[in-house]
């Protein structure tokens, strides 16, 4: 924006135009159910569709938002309150209005002078953040750790494991590069941003050990310790064991306390990736979720996923941040400023992989100011009841099994039938429109995932998403009876 020159908005214009994409945004929201939610298109439509150059002559800004109407063809309706594909991609109107602050304000805090309320309202939301879940207190940053906040878990899951692996080689890893022995060890259940960290971080999928899971597809602490064994005996190191709570396929849990004990036991570092599942913590009756946390070297969950605050923003938090720091820290000159140099403040930068780092904090800051503790545990309180509610509905429903235990939000269930007449179920469900779901296998068996959480979806909404799972197969059965019945008598 500037009043100066032609070139650009100015600050008139870039008002009138602001309240016209709120307007629009807003008007979004009140239709969103008209639109199917899991976008129809074809592959290319929308390329092909778009003009092939970029204007000479810019546009005005009313013609770009005119523009939108191509673009949202091919938009698949997240906030629809019929979503419940993959784990949820939370917003809220505070949590946007938060982020359009900071758009606006369009700071970059890698540093803390380079911004010093980017960097303290990080900090200080990080230690709300501890006492909001009953956290270990030795995530808050008066403490020997602390936390940043990251744009996604898997960032946080591989600069945990950078951290690992600096502890474990002594910093050497930086210096002479990866050794080639360490170990890590994870679920077979576990999300897949933990293989590609390995991949990332130099220690090679052929040491990444995928730990068998139990009858509730959790990790297997017998199974995990014979791995360990093993690998001490043939003069390997084992480094990291990632623990997930909440996994992403069935939100399995698991047993973080005793795979805990046998880190500690053998020095080891536990990551525990409580992307869907940490915010749960918020109300105290749901606290299962952090049971065995104080033995994490580090930990990271998604306010992005299940707390109202827009993407991207993924917490993470470490014991001891020196290890943090050992892995990441730079200074070339021109990033040395005196602040820097006394130590008496944070720097950011260090604290993930990119240098620059948007002010991502005053999201959460507006969320959890807006709606206040309360408000956030009436809303997870909430989607945990819907999901209990469905639960019902479809264990009375004997067409249908649930086949793994929904600790939180997420339902995994199937028709007893084949593969392949799920498969089908879920094409028919999501082509239609109405309803977007997901799926997933579980001990190869093609489960439908449902999964509740997106801020705009109400019980009466799941309701109806079940009904129009289900009657078409009540019709269809009424159907088959009628055909038997007709056939029988014609042959009589
Ligand atoms: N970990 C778990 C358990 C997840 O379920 C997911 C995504 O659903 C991730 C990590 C990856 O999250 P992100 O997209 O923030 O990297």
Known sequence: MNNKTKLHMSTDEFRKAGYKAIDWIADYYEKIEDYPVMSQLSPNEIINNLPDNPPIKGKKFDDILKDMDLLMNGITHWQSPNFHAFFPCSTSGPGILGDLLSTGLAVNGMNWITSPSATELEIHMLDWLVKMLDLPEYFLSSSSGGGAIQDTASSSSLIALLAA?????????????????????????????????????????????????????AMDVEHLKQLIDKDIKDNLKPSFVSATVGTTSSTALDPVEKIGKIC??????????????????????????????????????????????NFDCSIFYIQNKKYLLNALSIMPEYLKNKQSSTEQ?????????PLGRRFRSLKLWSVINYYGVKGIQDYIRNDMHITQKLKEWINKDDRFE???????????????????????????????????????????????????????????????????????????????????????????
């Open 402 to 492: 649930i086949i793994a235990p929904t600790p939180l939000t997420l339902i995994c269930f199937r028709l007893k039938g084949s593969n392949d007449e799920n498969e089908k179920l879920l094409h028919n469900i999501n082509k239609s429109g109405s309803m977007y779901l997901s799926h997933t296998k579980l001990d190869n068996k093609y489960t439908l995932r449902f999964s509740i959480g997106t801020s705009t979806s109400s019980l009466a909404h799941v309701k109806n998403s079940w009904k129009k799972i289900f009657i078409p197969f009540k019709f269809f059965n009424y159907f088959m009876v009628f055909f038997i019945f007709y056939s029988l008598s014609k042959n009589n």
């Open 165 to 217: 692996r600096e502890k474990t080689t002594k910093t050497n890893s930086n210096k002479a590069g990866c050794s080639g022995n360490l170990t890590v060890y994870t679920s077979s259940q576990a999300h897949s941003s933990i293989e590609k960290a390995v991949k990332i971080a130099g220690i090679g999928t052929d040491n990444l050990r995928l730990v068998k899971t139990n009858k509730n597809f």
């Open 345 to 353: 403040v944070t720097d950011l930068r260090d604290w993930g992989i």
């Open 264 to 309: 500690k036991d053998l020095n080891i570092w536990l990551h525990v990736d409580s992307a869907m599942a940490g915010p749960a913590a918020i109300c105290p009756e749901f606290r299962f979720v952090n049971k065995g946390l104080t033995y994490a070297n580090s930990y990271t969950f998604n306010p992005h996923k299940w707390m109202l605050t």
